[in-house]
């Protein structure tokens, strides 16, 4: 158990429709990270945050949007779905940035868009 | 393209035997790379890291290699056992596009699946 929680786990959703995938960072970690993992792309970066401010961004489109919030949960918000947004998503956190540690990751939240 | 990636998508050893997994970087800036296994149905998990200011760092049955001179990273597992099966993923620190000068995404290659023969 990495002490990384993400939630929901599953979710199917229909093209068109948003959905918001939850993160709670290990405790002490201030940095978290959104990647995405799908079959022919592997694990790409997201986005950053660093104590509730933008640290970095990778690739992300403009329909996703991410926060983070005073008691250090995060929010990934992906909103008018296509099919190739079906990927695993990972939530990771770290005590300050990268270079500083490790990565802890999360289980995961698998979105099937149909 | 992938600024990161494995030159083979799949490696069957045999119990027992060592595993050596390779990986190629481009970005000759990074300065932190990190192997991370990833089982089935699981997040990615840290195995272990090097700097560029490190040729080598040893774990416990894994050893890192970094070849600066030719860009190119190896992970070596000694005496594999039934639970290194898994896909393994090389990562450099790179600066983002748009990060505002944070460095702080890693990048991922695409994975190798080691398989374990009995």
């Known amino acids: 158990d990495s002490g990384v929680t993400q939630t929901p786990k599953h979710l199917i959703t229909a093209t068109g429709q948003r959905v918001t995938l939850r993160c709670s960072p290990r405790?002490?970690?201030?940095?978290v990270y959104w990647y995405q993992q799908s079959l022919d792309q592997g694990l790409q970066f997201l986005i950053q945050?660093?104590?509730?401010?933008?640290?970095a961004k990778g690739n992300i489109l403009e329909r996703f949007s991410a926060q983070q919030f005073p008691d250090l949960h995060s929010e990934l918000n992906l909103s008018s779905l296509e099919l190739g947004d079906s990927a695993l998503y990972f939530c990771?956190?770290?005590?300050?940035?990268?270079?500083?540690?490790?990565?802890?990751f999360g289980e995961g939240s698998r979105l099937t868009v149909l | 393209g992938e600024s990161v990636g494995l030159h083979l998508p799949t490696l069957s050893v045999q119990e027992g035997d060592n595993s050596i997994i390779n990986c190629a970087y481009s970005?000759?800036?990074?300065?932190?790379f990190i192997w991370y296994k990833q089982e089935s149905g699981k997040g990615p998990q840290f195995i272990i890291d090097?700097?560029?200011?490190?040729d080598k760092r040893q774990g416990q049955r894994v050893t890192v290699l970094l070849n600066k001179t030719v860009k190119h990273l190896s992970l070596q597992i000694a005496a594999t056992q039934p639970g290194d099966s898994a896909v393994y993923f090389c990562?450099?620190?790179?600066?983002?596009?748009?990060?505002?000068?944070?460095?702080?995404?890693?990048?991922f290659g695409k994975g190798t699946h080691l398989i374990i023969q009995p």
């Open positions: 990771a956190s770290s005590v300050g940035g990268v270079l500083t540690g490790e990565l802890f």
């Open positions: 405790s002490g970690d201030l940095s």
């Open positions: 945050y660093y104590n509730g401010e933008e640290r």
């Open positions: 970005n000759s800036a990074s300065d932190y």
């Open positions: 090097i700097r560029s200011n490190m």
């Open positions: 990562a450099e620190n790179k600066i983002q596009p748009n990060s505002g000068g944070g460095a702080d995404g890693l990048t």
